[in-house]
T-cell receptor, first 113, second 114 residues
Framework: KQEVTQIPAALSVPEGENLVLNCSFTDSAIYNLQWFRQDPGKGLTSLLL?????REQTSGRLNASLDKSSGRSTLYIAASQPGDSATYLCAVSRLSNTDKLIFGTGTRLQVFP | ETGVTQTPRHLVMGMTNKKSLKCEQHLGHNAMYWYKQSAKKPLELMFVYNFKEQTENNSVPSRFSPECPNSSHLFLHLHTLQPEDSALYLCASSQVAGGNSPLHFGNGTRLTVT
């Protein structure tokens, strides 16, 4: 059974820091991996989608990497800003059932001025 | 502004009530999803519809009944719920089901069962 773990559960950093959020998954037979952002009381916003054949994806200050063989992904946020404060979730889509995303419990990030 | 709209935003219902959650997407997508988000638990997929056909039912109790009349609308009919069903119910859509196109989420309906 696929399990997705995100560490740390919460993170508080000063503005301007570069930071790394971690995601690990137990079954390497994935179709793709996605990172999402969730603001309080809101739905999820898709940030980056990495195909299983890819190693990384970049969007602005965000860079996500994927090491499928070791079951790990990282989300790198450069020059963090208070507006980056949110919960970040990763999710994997299984090869055996690509309709179904398996989510982690998220990392709650606070960036203070 | 989200392309996926959910109503109502908040709902309080008794265990004997019947209510419905509504989701509408204006993105021209063909797949729609219901997810449940409980406190301190990962999001759980409930149902998937692809081109109006249900392709996934993740062992959801029958007190939750989905309906997808067309590719733009999705409903979740609720009856005789339990307090543990209290959660944030999120609707999402994507171009097609199959995991290779990003999901677009609504802001959810916060459901409280008393």
């Amino acid at each position: 059974k696929q399990e997705v773990t995100q560490i740390p559960a919460a993170l508080s950093v000063p503005e301007g820091e570069n930071l790394v959020l971690n995601c690990s998954f137990t079954d390497s037979a994935i179709y793709n991996l996605q990172w999402f952002r969730q603001d309080p009381g809101k739905g999820l916003t898709s940030l980056l989608l990495i195909q299983s054949s890819q190693r990384e994806q970049t969007s602005g200050r965000l860079n996500a990497s994927l090491d499928k063989s070791s079951g790990r992904s990282t989300l790198y946020i450069a020059a963090s800003q208070p507006g980056d404060s949110a919960t970040y979730l990763c999710a994997v889509s299984r090869l055996s059932n690509t309709d179904k995303l398996i989510f982690g419990t998220g990392t709650r990030l606070q960036v203070f001025p | 502004e989200t392309g996926v709209t959910q109503t109502p935003r908040h709902l309080v219902m008794g265990m004997t009530n019947k209510k419905s959650l509504k989701c509408e997407q204006h993105l021209g997508h063909n797949a729609m999803y219901w997810y449940k988000q409980s406190a301190k638990k990962p999001l759980e997929l409930m149902f998937v519809y692809n081109f109006k056909e249900q392709t996934e039912n993740n062992s959801v109790p029958s007190r939750f009944s989905p309906e997808c009349p067309n590719s733009s609308h999705l409903f979740l009919h609720l009856h005789t719920l339990q307090p543990e069903d209290s959660a944030l119910y999120l609707c999402a859509s994507s171009q097609v089901a199959g995991g290779n196109s990003p999901l677009h989420f609504g802001n959810g309906t916060r459901l409280t069962v008393t």
